[in-house]
């Protein structure tokens, strides 16, 4: 059984900063990708960030040059790393990684989630 435990989430005012971890255990070969996606209420959930094992990033537009997404492989952890943040990015922040179980197996996996609210 793999586990995605986030953590980091809160309330902050507009312009403040927020970072969220999130770590994996259990048994597996080995995590690729991971990332970060969001769900506003009445919204459909976002990819906001994702890191490849190797460290290549990606970002939503709306998040370009305000979220850093980062990992430690070692750790089996991401973070995301959230500046001048702003009423809109209020939402659910789920964690996502691909776990690779066995040479052959490959899952997609989602963490609880961790509400991050930001005040106007």
């Known amino acids: 059984q793999v586990q995605l435990v986030e953590s980091g989430g809160g309330v902050v005012q507009a312009g403040g900063s927020l970072r969220l971890s999130c770590a994996a255990s259990?048994?597996?070969?080995?995590?690729?990708?991971m990332g970060w996606a969001r769900q506003a209420p009445g919204k459909q959930r976002e990819l906001v960030a994702s890191?490849?094992?190797?460290?290549?990033?990606n970002y939503a537009d709306s998040v370009k040059g305000r979220f850093t997404i980062s990992r430690d492989n070692a750790k089996n952890t991401v973070y995301l790393q959230m500046n001048s943040l702003k009423p809109e990015d209020t939402a659910v922040y789920y964690c996502?990684?691909?776990?690779?179980?066995?040479?052959?197996?490959?899952?997609?996996?989602w963490g609880q989630g961790t509400q991050v609210t930001v005040s106007s």
């Open positions: 259990g048994m597996f070969f080995r995590i690729n990708a």
């Open positions: 996502n990684a691909e776990i690779q179980r066995t040479l052959n197996t490959f899952t997609n996996n």
């Open positions: 890191i490849v094992s190797g460290g290549s990033s």
